[in-house]
């Protein structure tokens, strides 16, 4: 007896359709349109409410660590509704829902139209009708010190000429003079810059005393002592190397906005901001491009998302009640309702009805997708555990329309006992028969594991409509 052939199995093109479909769902016109209601959702929540931003510089370090590669930077999220909508591409708003406070971090359109990344992220200093001076790393307005918040001291050392000297010449001025135990000369040693700078020489004077020449240090050792240095320190010592080195003289006239005192510099018009970056030494800011409209200001950052090494809260939100709920409650439930519509049960706008089972078109109905097993996503056909759909059970399932194209039907799974199979099938996985309660001539459609999307169990919309659909026993009608 001639051996009967061996039956292919499934293409490697079902595979990649079966693991897509995990997370995109059926192929069908209703699902495309979800997706795209999805997608849409998203855009406006991009637009109105939040928004991830790269950093592509190091403008704003050590807050936040930028890149110029798109697959490196923090990247910021943003809230768009802090000050109000904006017309797409434009730098108009809608209308004006607040402003922003100093200190807050803010992503913004450069009002230099020659910019080189037009989109930057800065810190707001100065506000509306302030007078705004920057002087010994220190900002005044309207001729008083402001005091920078505790967690910022360690940071922010405003300067007044751009620093950019290698990074060598910084370490070996800082422990030089660490040795020496005083400032640089011609530092003002009574700013409250130069008061922290001494506090932290003198950590490490007494061990710098006994070093014979700073340059020959291991690298070693000069890593582990320069490390007690703040980054505001760095900022001051860096900016009086950049000016020995007169590296910065022909940069200094390009910063006026904050520094000179001419009321053109100094003032900050109406509806208008001065914001600085943190890195003050290497950031093209305001001091530069001048003051920022309100129109400008895209919101306000109020986290880091990644990478998650560097995930930070920017404004305390997470100090609130509320914080880490919306954090994290908002994330998870989206993903958990997801996981139920994937793997539990999902609702369905019917697009055909059924006079048998009292199913009109337009009826929202639910789907138990759990009620024949749990799935495994990615492997066709696998599951966690299985249950033998019943007889009579009212099931919805995949097939197709009058144009062919994919959809969800609902009928009633029939008693393969009682089906007449005309040859044998060709399905791999379990063969189950529906039944169109509403067709006269009372054929089966053969229908494969794969496409038994899962039990209809519910009318759920309209509410005047709202009921549970009883599975009968086996051997009963359906419901009519």
Do not use: C
Not at 230 to 245: M, P
Not at 262 to 276: C, H, I, M
Not at 460 to 479: C, N
Request: no cysteine; charged share 25%; glycine share 8%.
């Amino acid at each position: 007896m001639a051996a009967s052939p061996r039956k292919p199995g499934p293409s490697p093109l079902a595979y990649v359709q079966s693991a897509i479909e995990a997370i995109t769902g059926p192929w069908t016109a209703a699902n495309a349109k979800s997706w795209i209601k999805l997608i849409g959702a998203l855009l406006l929540i991009n637009w109105l409410f939040v928004q991830l931003y790269r950093i592509p510089s190091g403008s704003m370090e050590p807050t936040l660590m930028g890149d110029p590669h798109i697959l490196y930077g923090d990247r910021v999220a943003v809230n768009k509704a802090a000050f109000g909508p904006r017309i797409p591409f434009t730098t108009k708003r809608l209308f004006k829902l607040g402003s922003p406070n100093r200190w807050d971090i803010v992503v913004l359109r450069s009002p230099d139209p020659n910019a080189e990344n037009p989109v930057l992220i800065k810190r707001v200093v100065g506000l509306p009708g302030e007078r705004v001076h920057i002087k010994d790393g220190q900002l005044f307005v309207d001729g008083t010190a402001v005091e920078v918040p505790e967690r910022l001291k360690p940071i922010l050392y405003y300067t007044t000429t751009f620093t950019p000297q290698p990074a060598d010449w910084t370490v070996s001025a800082l422990l030089y003079y660490a040795k020496e135990g005083h400032v640089p000369e011609g530092v003002n040693p009574d700013s409250p810059g130069s008061k922290r700078l001494l506090e932290e020489m003198a950590q490490i004077h007494a061990e710098m005393a006994k070093v014979d020449d700073v340059e020959k240090l291991p690298a070693a050792d000069r890593d582990r002592l320069v490390g007690v240095f703040s980054h505001s320190s760095r900022l001051l010592v860096g900016s009086w190397v950049a000016e020995k080195a007169k590296i910065s003289v022909g940069q200094r006239a390009e910063l006026k906005y904050g520094i000179l005192e001419e009321d053109q510099y100094a003032v900050v018009p109406p509806d208008r901001y001065l914001v600085l970056g943190d890195n003050s030494g290497n950031s093209y800011d305001g001091r530069v491009y001048g003051w920022v409209p309100h129109d400008n200001l895209y919101g306000r950052a109020f986290g880091i998302a990644f990478p998650p090494k560097h995930w930070s809260d920017l404004s305390g939100f997470t100090r609130l009640w509320w914080g880490y709920p919306v954090l994290f409650g908002i994330p998870l439930l989206i993903v958990m309702w997801e996981l139920k519509r994937s793997f539990v049960a999902f609702s369905w706008r019917l697009h055909e009805g059924s006079a048998a089972l009292d199913l009109r078109k337009g009826d929202r109905v639910r789907i138990s997708r759990i009620a024949f097993g749990l799935r495994v996503p990615f492997f066709r056909g696998l599951a966690l555990w299985r249950q033998a759909p019943k007889p009579d059970d009212v099931v919805a399932y995949l097939g197709a329309d009058e144009h062919g194209h994919s959809i969800l039907h609902v009928g009633v799974l029939v008693d393969p006992a009682t089906v007449v199979r005309k040859k044998k099938s060709d399905h791999d996985t379990p063969i189950h028969f529906v039944k169109d309660p509403d067709a006269e001539d009372g054929l089966a459609v053969e229908v494969s594991g794969e496409e038994l999307v899962g039990r209809v169990s519910a009318v759920i919309w309209p509410l005047s409509r709202r009921r549970r659909i009883d599975v009968p026993a086996p051997g009963e009608t359906a419901p009519a």
